[in-house]
Structures are given as C-alpha cells and as structure tokens.
C-alpha cells in the first residue's frame, strides 16, 4: 500500500469514527425492546414520550404514530448505512409527538392559537427534549433535527430533500403510514405492525382533526394542504384574499373555492 492510500484510509477509518454513533441503532449498548416484532429503542425518555401519547390523544392517533415509529426502526434495521447514521432516539421522540399539534381540546397544552399544527408540535417537542432529556446528551444540533422533522413532516416535498439526513429520514418514516407494504422493510415487519396497529380511524381522525384546525385558526391554514378541509368542512371559511396569489394579483378574480359536505363536520 502506498503511502497516500494508507493516509487516505485512516482519514476514512478517523471520519467513520466520527459519526456520532451515541443513540445510532449500530451502537450495542443503546437499549431495545421489540413491538411488533420490530427491534426499537427503549430509553426513559422514548417511554416517556410513549406515555404522553397514549394518556392525551384518541387511539387511531397513537397507533398512527406507533406504526411511523416502527416503520421507520425496521427501514434502519433493514439497512446497515443508514443504522450507522441514524439518530434512533431523536427517530422515536420525533415520530411519536409529530403529531400534537392535532390535540382538539380547550387549552391544550400542545396548540397555539395562531401556529400550524407542525409547528406546534415542532416546538412542543423541542421543549420536551431539553425538559426531559438526559443533561449533556440533548445538543442543540440533536434538538434541531427533531424540530425540523417534525416541522417539515407536512411538506415532505420540501424534507425529504433535507441534506441533514436525520430531518429527511423522520420525514421519510412519517409519511410512510399509508396502506400496503413499503419496499424498504420486509413485508412480514409490515404485516406485524399493523395488525398490532390497525390503520382503522385515521382518515376520519384526520378530517375531524384538520377541520377543527381550519375552524379555529383558520389563518394558518390558508396557502397550506389544510385549506381543502376548511373549503369541504368549516361554514364561512374562504381563503380568498388571504392567499399569496391574491396579495400578487389584487385585480384577478380566481375562482372562489366550491363547498361540499359543508354540515359532515
Ligand atoms: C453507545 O451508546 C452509549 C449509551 O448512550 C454511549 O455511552 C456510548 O458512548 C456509545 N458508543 C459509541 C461508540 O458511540
Ligand atoms: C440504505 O439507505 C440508504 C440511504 O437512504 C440508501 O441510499 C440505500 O440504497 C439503502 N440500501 C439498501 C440496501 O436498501
Ligand atoms: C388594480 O386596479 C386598481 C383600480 O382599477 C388600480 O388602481 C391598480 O393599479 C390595479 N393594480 C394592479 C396591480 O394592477
């Protein structure tokens, strides 16, 4: 081996150990359990995440949010590179209180009055992590992943090109909770996740969260994928004039947005 290729490997072996590999599903002493047959991390705090959960939201939710959990933990036990690479207690926190921002109750500790509901639970759970979080272990870079996933997890067009792959990977598990099996995990671990976590409820649970939303705040929902259910859902709800097309085109009548199954929810 000449010089410059024993140099060049070192530098590989030194940039290999670098990578963090503190809570990466590559590192033995992170502890797991296994749901659904899926291996995951089982620290304190995902279990304290678990249980925030499961006390505060209705079951179709929990479950949805188990099965992005899952989803993603067997994509990573399937795929030695990303097992390396991967931040698999920022992936559970994330994946488990992605979606808080739903909560439809009076004085919910999840929700503001003026915030998309990704934000909301962006902020929340960022809070959580330095609340709950092992001292020293939470950095702000880990805390940001955790914000920005959650954050974009609605516009996956835009996170899953996240060049931080720890944001495009809770993006990627969040988005993968639609029915049939996913190419990146065996479809035994998909089998086995939702028969333990049916898909039952969530498009209902979806409609009544999201028109709640678009009822109550309905200015953070103009210009974003809400808007079809304040349309469908919310009597008076109308989003022209509020649009950045209408600020840009003061003087163009777009066509006002057709109402249906105004009294559904
Ligand atoms: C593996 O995780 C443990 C517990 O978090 C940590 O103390 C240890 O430093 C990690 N090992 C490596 C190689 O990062
Ligand atoms: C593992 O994941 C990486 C990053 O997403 C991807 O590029 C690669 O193709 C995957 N490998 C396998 C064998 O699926
Ligand atoms: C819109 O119409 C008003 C009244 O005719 C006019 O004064 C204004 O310049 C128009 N604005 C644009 C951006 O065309």
Redesign the pocket.
């Given at each position: 081996m000449k010089f410059s290729s024993i140099t060049s490997a070192l530098a590989l072996v030194a940039s290999v150990a670098a990578i963090p590999?503190?809570?990466c599903a590559s590192?033995s002493?992170?502890p797991y359990t296994t749901i659904a047959g899926v291996k995951v991390i089982d620290t304190p705090l995902v279990r304290k995440a678990r249980e925030l959960m499961e006390a505060n939201f209705e079951p179709f939710l929990i479950r949805h949010v188990y099965r992005t959990w899952l989803y993603g933990s067997a994509t990573i036990n399937n795929n030695a590179t990303l097992a390396a690479q991967i931040d698999v207690e920022a992936l559970a926190v994330a994946c488990l209180l992605h979606d808080v921002g739903w909560d439809t109750r009076d004085n919910s500790p999840f929700t503001s009055n003026d915030k998309r509901f990704e934000v909301d639970a962006a902020i929340y759970t960022a809070n959580f992590l330095r609340e709950n979080g092992v001292k020293g272990e939470w950095t702000p870079s880990r805390i940001q992943n955790v914000w920005h996933g959650i954050a974009l997890h609605g516009t996956s067009n835009i996170g899953l090109y996240s060049e931080e792959i720890n944001v495009a990977f809770i993006v990627e598990s969040i988005n993968m909770d639609y029915p049939g099996p996913h190419p990146k995990f065996p479809v035994e671990d998909y089998d086995n996740i939702v028969a333990k976590y049916p898909l039952d409820g969530l498009g209902e649970g979806t409609n009544r969260a999201f028109t709640h939303i678009a009822a109550t705040k309905p200015e953070a929902t103009y210009d974003t994928f809400l808007e079809p259910w304040g349309v469908a859902f919310v009597e008076g709800y109308n989003p022209v004039g509020h649009r950045l097309f209408d600020r840009g085109n003061p003087n163009v009548t777009s066509p006002p947005p057709t109402k249906r199954n105004v009294h559904l929810y």
């Open positions: 590999q503190k809570r590192n002493t992170v």
